[in-house]
């Protein structure tokens, strides 16, 4: 193959410069910037007010629910989110993966279902369980647990697919059944990616939870929104500090743990 000449490798990277710029001014043309300006610059006061004077008398109410009930809630609506998906994606996984079928028609139909369930977002799942169950933690558990399906299932595939065959043709010459080289090749090498992923995927979790709840389904979300609508922004800057800390705290013990586990 004739390498590419100096000027050709020039001039791609100023017509993709010069694309990227279009594309961005393309999509400036429709945004309508009226009336910004001071709406902005209202808001911005009455925020700044809020969380520089945030109302410590939220994160604990003996007589009902408080930052802190629903900070908890949050973190159990997406443990248990995680939990699901988790159970859920491993068969899927194992569907998915081309190293463990002598098919691709199989383990093409498995990634496709893990596609199908990844291009759903967790919002429009919210909602969908949200009509199916009712309102509150239940459908965000559902909501998380499904849509985790498709990125946990898609990262447990790989794992699968990167895994060492030595040990499994191994077992297999040795007469071992399938389940056999399941439990003593297969699983031991993969184990510590599925944890690694799961903790990484219930960071994403806890925050999508604060999203869910905004629209119903439970968690911190419900009163950040009743405040917002409410312009209780002393309340909004409590909630928006409670969140910033917990998030911090499950990153860093999360990334401590996946450095221990891989």
Request: with cysteine; glycine share 10%.
């Amino acid at each position: 193959m004739k390498p590419m000449s100096p000027a050709a490798g020039r001039w791609g990277w100023i017509v993709g410069v010069a694309a990227g710029v279009i594309l961005i001014a393309w999509s400036l043309v429709g945004l309508e910037f009226t009336g910004i300006q001071e709406t902005a610059k209202v808001m911005s006061k009455a925020m700044l007010n809020g969380i520089l004077h945030p109302d410590w008398n939220y994160v604990w109410l003996p007589e009902g629910e408080d930052l802190i009930r629903n900070l908890l809630l949050t973190l159990s609506i997406s443990y248990l989110g995680n939990i699901v998906s988790m159970i859920i994606c491993i068969p899927i996984a194992f569907w998915a993966a081309a190293n463990m079928s002598r098919s691709r028609w199989v383990s093409g139909s498995g990634k496709i279902v893990l596609s199908i369930i990844r291009t759903v977002p967790e919002v429009i799942m919210a909602i969908i369980f949200i009509k199916a169950v009712g309102p509150g933690a239940y459908a965000g558990v559902l909501a998380l647990g499904v849509h985790s399906v498709g990125m946990l299932g898609k990262l447990y595939a790989e794992a699968i697919e990167n895994m060492d065959m030595g040990p499994t043709e191994a077992l297999t010459a040795c007469g071992a059944n399938r389940w056999q080289t399941l439990s003593f090749a297969v699983i031991p090498q993969v184990l510590p990616d599925f944890l690694s992923y799961a903790l990484f995927r219930f960071e994403i979790n806890v925050r999508s939870a604060t999203l869910l709840g905004i629209i119903g389904a439970g968690g911190i979300g419900t009163p950040l929104i009743f405040a917002i609508n409410g312009f209780s922004w002393p309340r909004v800057g409590i909630i928006l500090i409670g969140i910033i800390v917990t998030v911090s705290i499950i990153d860093y013990i999360s990334g401590a743990l996946r450095k221990r586990i891989v």
